[in-house]
């Protein structure tokens, strides 16, 4: 069973910055694609940004330029780094991770953008 765990979620000013953590573990096997999705309250998880095994990564348009995705495949981690922080931004962030036909969610971690 695959677990992941989210951290370095928080309250930040507008303008400031995170960085997210998601640590992998349990038996995962094959190629991996990592993403980090939010979900603001009342709203649909959206997806905010992706990262292949090859390294090949996708945003979403309205965090492009502001966000960046990472993985280290030898701690099975992925990171979220986010600049220019907007109150948009406010919402839990979600870990997933998809491989071999399977998906795992993380916990959340809330991240909160106010002065």
């Known amino acids: 069973q695959v677990q992941l765990v989210e951290s370095g979620g928080g309250l930040v000013q507008p303008g400031g910055s995170l960085r997210l953590s998601c640590a992998a573990s349990?038996?995962?096997?094959?190629?991996?694609?990592m993403r980090w999705y939010r979900q603001a309250p009342g709203k649909q998880r959206d997806l905010v940004a992706s990262i292949s095994v090859a390294h090949t990564t996708v945003y979403a348009d309205s965090v492009k330029g502001r966000f960046t995705i990472s993985r280290d495949d030898g701690k099975n981690t992925v990171y979220l780094q986010m600049n220019s922080l907007k109150p948009e931004d406010t919402a839990v962030y979600y870990c997933n991770i998809y491989y071999s036909g399977r998906t795992a969610w993380g916990q959340g971690t809330q991240v909160t953008v106010s002065s």
């Open positions: 349990g038996a995962i096997f094959g190629d991996t694609l």
